[in-house]
């Protein structure tokens, strides 16, 4: 039997090379509302929610003023950031409403709700919230039985309004 990871280990933050720092902080910082924690000039920016060292890291050491990898070439596929709650992600979803930003894709997996977009440089992003543990799906033997059904966005948006 294969020895399995410690189940206390966890992806700490992705770092992404982009083409132009400033567009990509107006995406993260001005419509996601990440805060800047460190800044290398125009070369590289380090981003956070809350006082953690940072989530993002932004750079341009070998992309400044790239395009994003052509269709069909192997990559990031996306990186995901969860949110803490479903109302947290309704408020990213109204943020790139309000931004004008057009969503790839929403699901529900049965385990999240999740929101699929690009970034300014192509970046493939999921915005998701995981649904209480004991409300996940499961089949016969007591797997998780993840699925992919459409979210429904006005639903959605329809969380905490009054």
């Known amino acids: 039997m294969q020895h399995e990871i410690d189940p206390r280990v966890s992806i700490g933050h992705v770092h992404l090379k982009v083409s132009e720092i400033e567009r990509s902080l107006a995406f993260y910082c001005g419509v996601l509302g990440f805060k800047v924690v460190e800044r290398w000039g125009a070369d590289a920016a380090f981003i956070a929610a809350g ?3 940072h989530h993002i890291g932004l750079n341009t050491w070998e992309s400044r003023g790239g395009k994003p990898p052509a269709a069909g070439t192997t990559g990031l596929y996306h990186a995901a950031i969860l949110y803490p709650t479903r109302a ?5 979803f109204r943020r790139l409403i309000k931004a004008g930003i057009v969503l790839e894709g929403a699901a529900d997996h049965g385990v999240s709700e999740a929101l699929y977009l690009s970034d300014p440089d192509g970046n493939g992003l999921e915005l998701y919230w995981d649904k209480p543990r004991e409300s996940w799906p499961r089949n016969s033997k007591g ?16 969380e905490g309004a009054s």
């Not at 947290?88 to 990213?92: E, F, G, I, T, Y």
């Not at 797997?143 to 329809?158: F, K, N, P, Q, V």
């Open 51 to 53: 006082d953690y060292h």
């Open 88 to 92: 947290a992600l309704v408020d990213a």
């Open 143 to 158: 797997e998780i039985a993840m699925y992919s059904h459409t979210l429904d966005l006005e639903e959605l948006l329809g």
